[in-house]
């Protein structure tokens, strides 16, 4: 496996990987016509028009170069004082999933994070998501909650925070 900086030649790619992990993550959580509607063509045109120039993108490598996961950070988007950077996405392949992809990924953002003067970091989650698991294991704490209506649904998120990123714990890897 290996990680490295994105860019919007990726779009295809982090587009697929969006929307297959969104498929297979979020089954029974949010609704099925919603999720069978994705397209990655949709995705891709979003991801084409990503800042990639004022945000952090990386993806991880299989050993055949395909792109397996990736995540994207960037500024705090909500204004909230106690945060500067926000970790906007992370997705891993449901085939890669729990063989450290994803904390390889996060270290990445969070040394970009730190290069760039950023050592606060925010997220949301979908509440019912078993994966927010992974933030805890990484030191986040559940510091918020609200609403999030999408599609005529409405799904409780719960945001996860790190005050200070150097003490995030990315499984003995930082």
């Known amino acids: 496996m290996r990680i490295r900086e994105a860019s919007v030649e990726d779009a295809s790619a982090i587009a697929r990987v969006a929307v ?4 297979t993550a979020y089954r029974g959580i949010i609704d099925d016509n919603y999720l069978n509607s994705l397209s990655y063509e949709e995705r891709e045109k ?9 945000c952090y993108v990386y993806v991880a490598e299989d050993n055949t170069q395909n792109i397996i996961g990736f995540a994207a950070a960037g ?6 004082p106690m945060y ?4 906007y996405a992370i997705y891993i392949n449901q085939d890669y999933q729990s063989k450290g992809v994803g904390s390889a990924l996060f270290l990445s953002i969070l040394k970009k994070l730190e290069n760039t003067g950023i050592n606060s970091l925010v997220l949301w989650a979908l509440s019912a998501s078993p994966y927010r698991k992974f933030y805890e294991k990484h030191g986040g704490k559940p510091v918020q909650s609200k609403l999030l209506e ?3 649904f409405a799904y409780q998120i719960t945001a996860y925070g790190w005050p200070d990123i150097k003490v995030a714990n990315v499984g003995g890897i930082k």
């Open 84 to 87: 500067q950077g926000e970790l």
């Open 150 to 152: 999408m599609e005529g």
């Open 20 to 23: 297959d992990t969104w498929k």
């Open 75 to 80: 500024p705090e988007r909500e204004s909230n």
């Open 46 to 54: 979003g991801w084409r028009q990503f800042p990639f120039h004022e």
